[in-house]
Every structure is written in C-alpha cells, then in structure tokens.
C-alpha cells in the first residue's frame, strides 16, 4: 500500500518554524490595533458567482485556478449551488460588509483577516495551492472619508511600519494609479490598439489578454515579452484630473510622513476591482517573484456584487513569502561576524590581534583587518562581513575606549575595552 503523503501543492507546518508564522502573526495584530482595524473572519468557501462578479470572469484566478464543485447536500428540488474555496480574501470580506449592513453605521470599517486561501497553480517557492494570506480592508460609506486619499497613505504608512517592526529590511513600496472606471476602460482601449501588431509576438497568455483584458498584459513575468510592453502606452496618459489629484495626495502625505516609495507607471494588479492607487511591497531576497505583498483602492466593487456605494482600499500578504524572507535574513545575519576589527596602521596590526583574541575567547566571531588597509577599504570589507565596525587607532589604545559602529543603526558608541564583550553581545542597536 502506498504511503500517505500532503497533496501537491499544500504542506505540513512543523516546529520550530510555526513559531515564525506565529511572531509574524502577533506582530501583524499587534500593528493593526494601533490602527483601530479589528479582526473578520470570513467561511474558506462562498458561492462562485461571488469571485466572478468581483475578481473578474477574464482574470488567470477565475478563468484558470479556482477550486469549485457543485454542492449536492441541497434538496433534491433545489438546483445545485457551485461553491468556490475562496482563491482571495476582499470580495468575501465586502460580501460579509453587505450582508451585516456594516455601512449603515456611517462609520469606516477597518477589518483585517488572517487565513488560508486557495488556487490551482503550478507550484514553486513560496507559492502553494493552498497559502496563507494576512490582509485587510477599509471601507465604508463616502460620507465617512472612505475615498479620501489620506486613507490610501495612512494604510501604506501602516504597512511600512509593520515591515519595520517584524526586522525585514531592505523593503521597496512601488506606487502607481490605475485611475477611475472610466480612465481604466479608455487606457484599455489604447492598450488594445497598441498591442494589436504586438500580441502575435507574445506568450499564448498575452495574446488572450491583448483581446480580453489588455491591462492584464502588463502583469506578465515572461522575461521575452519585456521588451514589447516597455513600448506600450503609459496609464498615466489616460488618467483625468480627479484622478491624478487624487495621486498626488497620497504620495504628499506618504512624503510628509516620511514613507519611502518610488513609482512604478507599469504596475498593474491581477484583479478586476482595482481603481486609483495599487501598490506592491517587494524585496530582492525573493528573487523573480519579489513581491512580499500588494493591494490598492477598489471603489466601485461593493456594488459590482449588488451593495451600496463603499469605496474601499485594501491588501494581502503572503505569509509564506514573509517567513521566505526573514529566514533568509536570519541566515545572512547568523553568518556575519559580531564585529570587524580595523587597526588604523601597520604599527596597531600587533595590538589589534591581542584584542581579538580577548573578543573571540569571549565567545564572539571577529574579522580582523590590516592596518595596510586604508579607513574606506576597512569599512567597505565590514559592511560585507559583520554586523558592526571596531575602530583601533592610536587614541583608543591609550585610552581603552574603543569606537564601535553599528552598521544597522549606523549609530556611533564609545565603549571602554572591559565592556566590549558584554557590548557586542547584544543584539544590534536601531
């Protein structure tokens, strides 16, 4: 008999990393309530025609990947209902928003989820047919500021801080405007006239989409048909003056709250319901499919589903491709030394061996320069190789204080030779 082993595409979580998903988990919540977001918690299925209304019938999510069946438990003189293990998280949370008439409030609902998620695709690194998802959305009714852009920024600004706060660095926010309804379907058909004498170049999935949603092609990750999207049309062209107003004060707002971005005029998102401002998270430790998380504004799809008017704007993050990420950064750190010893010439080589020696018998990992190297190579072969910077010139060895630089921080200390030790034990300094 065969053994037993976890479906393609899904997989057992294990000691100890749980406990990674789980510091990821309790910082997510953690940041959110200083916001004001509480937590939804939406079913894992829902009736199909939810994700075709609002996703969209053309995207790869419901055209290609979704898990659905049609429910037999219903009686027998009932037609049978197509379910749909959800694929995403923000058309259920607005259904969920319709259903309890959380608009009448008048108030802006800030909801966040945490949970599994479900499409049929190939899989690779990071990337599983069921993944885990943390999001959130905020909506609401236009009375209560839910199409203001300080809520776009004030989300973007959140993020940056929960980033900052679980240890990632090295974070890039990539900033675009996909514009109005309108803007989106007269840049759409610029694009299909653009891509006309183009598509029969491109990979089979862009010349469906040249005919069926062109603003889909420039979501395409196949690396030969780069250089035929860089010819196309920028959105930017096609946005109205609301529109670009709009963009203009979330990026001034992100500026005035000190939150870097730099903008990206061919970011696209994969679903149909976006509107205005999209944005993506990315980092280079992922490689090729660098995006550790992405959203934007969705102002017309609580009533694309049959609701009131609740613009909204929202995000997903993929837990996998967080832990991804922090792994990484751990192992990079756990491989660097606790401190680079740079003597500052010849003469201080001898001095600065003994100091070493004092350091790694106190159980830390020591580089050690040259005092033939000059201060910048000595601070170049650092930066590659530890976590902070020793400096031993003249004046620190008569006076037993040394200079200790802290790259993360790039905070300066003196510390006296006898605390070295204890100093550089202890985690890096923000």
């Not at 419901?62 to 003189?77: C, G, L, N, P």
């Not at 949603?213 to 096609?238: F, G, H, W, Y």
Request: charged share 25%; with cysteine; proline share 5%.
């Amino acid at each position: 008999m065969a053994t037993l082993k976890a479906v393609r595409g899904t997989r057992d979580l294990l000691p100890p990393e749980t406990a990674l998903w789980n510091q990821i988990e309790a910082t997510a919540r953690s940041v959110f309530a200083r916001y004001n977001f509480g937590e939804i918690r939406t079913p894992i299925f829902e009736d199909t025609s939810l994700f075709s209304r609002s996703v969209g019938e053309e995207t790869d999510i419901v055209s290609k990947e979704m898990y659905t069946w049609e429910d037999r438990a219903r009686a027998q003189s009932e037609k049978a209902q197509s379910l749909t293990l959800r694929p995403e998280n923000t058309a259920g949370v607005v259904r969920a928003y319709i259903e309890h008439k959380l608009g009448e409030t008048g108030q802006l609902q800030k909801l966040y989820y945490i949970g599994p998620q479900f499409r049929r695709e190939r899989p690779q690194k990071g990337r599983y047919r069921q993944f885990y998802q943390i999001g959130a959305e905020v909506m609401g009714p236009p009375s209560a500021g839910s199409e203001s852009p300080l809520r776009d920024a004030e989300v973007l600004e959140m993020l940056a801080t929960f980033l900052d706060e679980l240890g990632i660095t090295g974070w890039t926010l990539q900033l675009n405007s996909v514009g109005s309804a309108a803007d989106r379907a007269r840049y759409n058909e610029t694009l299909r006239a653009a891509l006309a004498p183009l598509a029969p170049q491109m990979c089979p999935d862009c010349q469906r989409r040249a005919v069926t949603n062109p603003l889909r092609v420039l979501d395409c990750k196949v690396p030969e048909d780069q250089p035929l999207i860089a010819t196309l049309p920028m959105i930017a062209a096609s946005l109205d003056d609301a529109s670009k107003a709009h963009f203009a004060a979330v990026m001034a707002a992100l500026d005035a709250a000190g939150v870097p971005y730099v903008r990206n005029d061919r970011l696209v998102r994969g679903l149909d319901y976006y509107t205005r401002t999209t944005f993506e998270f990315t980092h280079g430790g992922l490689g090729a499919q660098n995006a550790l998380l992405g959203g934007g504004r969705y102002d017309g799809l609580s009533e694309s589903i049959g609701g009131p008017k609740a613009p909204g704007i929202g995000f997903a993050m993929g837990e996998d491709r967080l832990v991804l990420t922090l792994q990484a950064q751990q192992a990079a750190e756990t491989q660097l030394a606790h401190a680079y010893l740079a003597p500052l010439g010849e003469a201080l080589n001898a001095p600065a061996l003994r100091l070493a020696r004092e350091l790694r018998r106190g159980g830390l990992r020591i580089e050690l320069g040259d005092g033939g190297f000059r201060l910048k190579k000595s601070f170049d072969a650092a930066e590659k190789t530890a976590r902070r910077i020793i400096i031993l010139g003249e004046d620190e060895l008569q006076s037993g204080i040394l200079t200790v630089k802290d790259f993360a921080s790039g905070v300066q200390t003196k510390v006296p030779r006898g605390e070295l030790v204890r100093f550089l034990s202890a985690p890096t300094h923000e």
